[in-house]
């Protein structure tokens, strides 16, 4: 059964930096296609940025709001997918999702975790 | 970037009715869209991709077509368990987009 867990959410200041974890469970993430979603506080939804796993040479793509900014990778030994967030904004605040695909993309989804951007 | 506009923003029936939410493309998405249902405090679900392909375990009550660059999603008897957010999605081309929701209220 694929299961998605992220974590590492929590309260970081303006210009901080924060590491979100997807572990991942029922699949191998090294060779999946495997996004991050994020949702401000009670807005639509954002694609964050996609990973793509084996045969795609582990490449990613941005949205351009965080292009520069996050860094998507992968952990074979965990089985996890990460997502770096440097210099962080008060509009990054949001509940982020990691998502992935068995038959199609972002069938499956994690819980979230939430973000919060303050000083 | 391709631009996904949803109508209604927001939308109230009664149970046993059918229901149309359509999302219009910027430019031509081909049947890149796929749909989802979001309740409060959940992960988004997947209900429709391939702009008509139903998602294994979906209720059958749900389907998609499309017309050019108009989506439908289409609820043709509306559950009480129905009563959430939906969102479409782009997934043709890079960045992919999101409509930006319309919110299903049972009256």
């Known amino acids: 059964e694929v299961q998605l867990v992220e974590s590492g959410g929590g309260l970081v200041q303006p210009g901080g930096s924060l590491r979100l974890s997807c572990a991942a469970s029922?699949?191998?993430?090294?060779?999946?296609?495997m996004d991050w979603v994020r949702q401000a506080p009670g807005k639509g939804l954002e694609w964050v940025g996609r990973?793509?796993?084996?045969?795609?040479?582990?490449?990613?793509e941005y949205a351009a709001s965080v292009k520069g900014r996050f860094i998507i990778s992968s952990d074979a030994s965990k089985n996890s997918l990460y997502l770096q967030m440097n210099n962080l904004k008060t509009e990054d605040t949001a509940v982020y999702y990691c998502?992935?695909?068995?038959?199609?993309?972002?069938?499956?989804w994690g819980q979230g975790t939430l973000v919060t951007v303050s000083s | 970037d391709i631009q996904l506009t949803q109508s209604p923003s927001s939308l109230s029936a009664f149970v046993g009715d059918r229901v149309t939410i359509t999302c219009r493309a910027s430019?031509?998405?081909?049947?890149?869209l796929a749909w989802f249902q979001q309740k409060p405090g959940k992960a988004p679900n997947l209900l429709i991709y391939?702009?008509?392909t139903l998602q294994s375990g979906v209720p059958s009550r749900f389907s998609g077509s499309s017309s050019g660059t108009e989506f439908t999603l289409t609820i043709s008897s509306l559950q009480p368990e129905d009563s959430a957010t939906y969102y479409c999605?782009?997934?043709?081309?890079?960045?992919?987009?999101f409509g930006q929701g319309t919110r299903l209220e049972i009256k």
């Open positions: 998502a992935t695909r068995v038959v199609t993309d972002f069938e499956y």
């Open positions: 029922g699949f191998t993430v090294s060779d999946h296609y």
């Open positions: 990973f793509r796993g084996n045969p795609d040479s582990y490449t990613t």
């Open positions: 430019q031509g998405i081909a049947s890149g």
């Open positions: 391939a702009a008509s």
């Open positions: 999605q782009q997934r043709n081309s890079y960045p992919i987009t």
